[in-house]
C-alpha cells in the first residue's frame, strides 16, 4: 500500500495505512525513501535507452517485417512437398500417367479402342465391295450376293 | 505538426509503411526501457524491443483502438520480455519465480531519505543514485523487475497492474512492496557509504 497514487486505494485501505504509519517507524522511513527515490526507475532507464544510437533501429525492425511476411502460394507448396517426400513423388506420377492414358485413348490402342469403320468401297468389275479399316487391320465385307469367289 | 497515434495506426493498416515507421520511431526508446528494465541485457533489449514491433505489424489489422496504441505495444514488449527471460532462465527457477524473500526486515529503511535529505551534495548523491538504479534493478528477480518496470515506466495503476499481469489488487501491492524493499537494500548500501564517507570529510 505505500507507494499508492491517488484513488487507488479504497477509503478503508487508505485509512488503514495512515492507521499503521502512525505506530510503525520502520514503514514511514520506507514510505520516505520511496518518495525520496520517486522517478528514478523510470529516469534511469530512460537514460540508457537515450545513450543508445537508434538511427539503425526502424530499418531493422522492417528488415525483420520483410523477413517474417508469409510466403507465397508456390513458396508454400515447395515447402509442403519438402515435407512430405512420398506425396511430391505421387503427386509427380499423377500429371505423368494422365498424359499417358490421354495418349493411349488418342492412339486407339487395345481392347479399349473401338473399332472405326472406314469403308472404303472398291468399284472392280462394276460391283462395290466394302471394306472396313479397323484397328487389326483391313477387314473385307462381301456382298449378300457374293460368294467371295471374286 | 504532429500526426497523432491513432491517424498512424489507421494509415499503417491501410498499408501505409511511412506510417508503421513513424510509430516505430515515436515508441522505441521507450519500448526499449521496458524490455531493458526486465531483460536487463543491452543487446538483447534491442532484440526483444524490434521484435516487439515486428508483432505489432503482424497483429495491427486486430488492433481495435480498446487500448491506447502505447500501451498495446508497451504490453507485447513486456510479454516478449518475460518470455525471453523465462527461456533464457528455465533452468533458475528460484530465479524467475522466487516471491518468498530473506528477511527483509532489516533494509535500511530511512537511509535513502536520510542521505538525500542531509547531504549538502544532495543533487550529485541523487545523480549517482540515479546511475546505480539500473545496477540495484539487475539484481531482483525477473518477477519483481517486472513489475517495478511496468509501474514506474508504464506507469501502470494497481487495477491495471492486476489485470496485465492476471493476479489480485493484493498481490499486486504485495509484489511491489517487495520488489522495493530489494531495490531499497541495494541502493542503501551505497547511499550509508557515501553518507558514512561525507561525515568521514567533514
Redesign the interface.
Known amino acids: 500500500?505505500?507507494?499508492?497514487?491517488d484513488g487507488?486505494l479504497t477509503p478503508a485501505e487508505a485509512a488503514g495505512l495512515q492507521a499503521h504509519l502512525v505506530g510503525c517507524a520502520?514503514?514511514r522511513?520506507?514510505q520516505?525513501?520511496?518518495?525520496?527515490?520517486e522517478?528514478?526507475?523510470?529516469?534511469?532507464?530512460?537514460?540508457?535507452?537515450?545513450t543508445?544510437d537508434?538511427a539503425p533501429?526502424?530499418d531493422?525492425?522492417?528488415a525483420?517485417?520483410s523477413m517474417?511476411r508469409p510466403p507465397g502460394l508456390l513458396a508454400r507448396l515447395v515447402h509442403q512437398l519438402r515435407l512430405h517426400p512420398r506425396l511430391a513423388f505421387g503427386g509427380a506420377l499423377l500429371p505423368i500417367a494422365a498424359a499417358a492414358l490421354a495418349l493411349f485413348i488418342r492412339t486407339g490402342g487395345g481392347d479399349l479402342a473401338d473399332a472405326h469403320a472406314h469403308a472404303v468401297l472398291l468399284d472392280s468389275e462394276g460391283r462395290a465391295t466394302t471394306i472396313i479399316q479397323s484397328s487389326d487391320g483391313p477387314v473385307l465385307l462381301l456382298d449378300d450376293d457374293d460368294d467371295g469367289e471374286s | 505538426m504532429e500526426v497523432d497515434d491513432p491517424s498512424l495506426v489507421e494509415a499503417a493498416k491501410a498499408g501505409d509503411a511511412g506510417a508503421f515507421k513513424a510509430l516505430v520511431v515515436r515508441y522505441q526508446r521507450k519500448v526499449y526501457a521496458v524490455a531493458l528494465g526486465i531483460v536487463k541485457d543491452t543487446d538483447l533489449a534491442w532484440d526483444v524491443s524490434q521484435e516487439a514491433f515486428v508483432r505489432v505489424h503482424r497483429h495491427l489489422p486486430e488492433f481495435k483502438g480498446e487500448s491506447t496504441f502505447s500501451t498495446w505495444v508497451y504490453r507485447i514488449a513486456s510479454h516478449l520480455a518475460i518470455d525471453t527471460v523465462r527461456k533464457e532462465r528455465r533452468s533458475q527457477k528460484d530465479d524467475v519465480d522466487e516471491l518468498h524473500d530473506v528477511d527483509l526486515g532489516d533494509a535500511g529503511e530511512g537511509i535513502l531519505s536520510s542521505a538525500l535529505g542531509q547531504d549538502p551534495r544532495e543533487n550529485l548523491l541523487r545523480r549517482e543514485l540515479a546511475g546505480r538504479m539500473e545496477e540495484a534493478l539487475a539484481t531482483l528477480p525477473v518477477i519483481h523487475r517486472e513489475i517495478l518496470v511496468l509501474r514506474e515506466v508504464e506507469g501502470l495503476s494497481y487495477e491495471e497492474l492486476a489485470a496485465r499481469l492476471g493476479i489480485q489488487k493484493g498481490t499486486v501491492m504485495s509484489r511491489l512492496f517487495h520488489a522495493r524493499k530489494k531495490m531499497q537494500a541495494a541502493l542503501a548500501d551505497y547511499a550509508g557509504l557515501r553518507v558514512e564517507g561525507s561525515g568521514g570529510e567533514a
Open positions: 500500500m505505500i507507494g499508492s497514487r487507488e520502520g514503514c522511513a520506507f520516505g525513501d520511496l518518495l525520496a527515490t522517478g528514478m526507475v523510470a529516469q534511469a532507464l530512460e537514460r540508457a535507452a537515450a543508445r537508434f533501429f526502424v531493422g525492425v522492417m525483420r517485417v517474417a
